[in-house]
């Protein structure tokens, strides 16, 4: 890219800088994921941005700020940035350090247009995530998705004409993972209404997302390869009583001593075993 620089030095220096502000991004989002619960292990960037591969607990209020933090990251960023460039405006540096005054007019630009593009209501966008954590509170967590996915296969069709038109290959591209995002969406909406309709135990919760496990023969021993309710059994198997000290919570990923799924107080008992 040539953005004029004097310097090309200042050319590095620029997409370094864009990365850098793609991640603290993606910083934001898992921060944001951990603070209430979630997890988020990992953060991939690629030349059209960076994924933070995040997972809240299953509730609105918990998703929408997990989401909602990339964007006020560019946010605060916006000030900074043209505060930033002012002081060089300002000053004599545009005549001095010509290359000084363009990056930091760039940064400003390309954090400005990170964020626009970012929160175009597009699923899965953010903006558009953050559209359906709104409907969630309303409509529920299932259909939310459905409506958002619909939105998302319309805009990034709307999107693969306009790259089209205008032969804008990287326009292409993010068109056409919008569309095959918004389409896996459908699907992840129906997984989501069978697993709401699983029953469960509702006495007892994920000590990380609160959210009460399934109820019913999910589990399998790996000494035996007896299906059994390990809530239902504490952790250990009703036929070989091989024991289980540790679950991973459906719903967040963690995993967990199985004591502290119970209610504080509950009596552990220390010899159950198999009738
Ligand atoms: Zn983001
Ligand atoms: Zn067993
Ligand atoms: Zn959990």
């Given amino acids: 890219m040539d953005n004029g620089y004097e310097a090309p030095v200042w050319n590095v220096i620029e997409y370094v800088s864009l990365f850098g502000i ?15 619960g979630g997890m988020a292990n990992q953060i991939v960037l690629w030349p059209l941005g960076g994924i933070a591969y995040v997972a809240p607990p299953p509730r609105p209020g918990a998703v929408l700020w997990s989401i909602a933090a990339g964007p006020l990251v560019n946010v605060v960023l916006v000030p900074i940035t043209a505060g930033l460039w002012y002081l060089s405006y300002r000053s004599d540096w ?4 010509p290359d000084v005054d363009r990056y930091l007019w760039s ?12 929160m175009l209501p597009i699923y899965p966008l953010d ?13 529920g967590r299932a259909t939310s998705l459905v409506i958002v996915s619909v939105i998302g296969l319309i805009g990034g069709c709307g999107l ?11 326009m292409g591209l993010i068109a056409v993972f919008i569309a095959l995002r918004s389409g896996a969406g459908f699907q992840q909406a129906r997984l989501i209404r069978e697993r709401l309709a699983l029953p469960r135990h509702t006495d007892l ?10 109820k019913g023969d999910f589990w399998g021993c790996d000494q035996c390869e007896t299906r059994f309710d390990t809530f239902a059994h504490r952790g250990v198997c009703p036929r070989c009583a091989a024991r289980f000290d540790e679950t991973a919570c459906p719903e967040c990923g963690r995993h967990s001593p199985i ?17």
């Fill in 160 to 170: 693969l004409v306009l790259a089209v038109a205008t032969q804008s290959w990287w």
């Fill in 127 to 139: 903006g558009g995530q953050i559209v359906q954590a709104l409907l969630w509170f309303v409509v």
């Fill in 107 to 118: 940064i400003m630009i390309m954090n400005g247009m990170l964020l626009f593009f970012n």
């Fill in 205 to 214: 919760a994920c000590p990380h997302c609160k959210e009460p496990p399934f």
């Fill in 94 to 97: 545009t005549m001095e350090f």
């Fill in 259 to 275: 004591g502290e799924w119970f209610p504080s107080g509950t009596p552990t008992p220390r010899d159950e075993r198999p009738a």
């Fill in 22 to 36: 793609v991640l603290i991004h993606e910083f934001g989002h898992a921060l944001a994921c951990r603070q209430v």
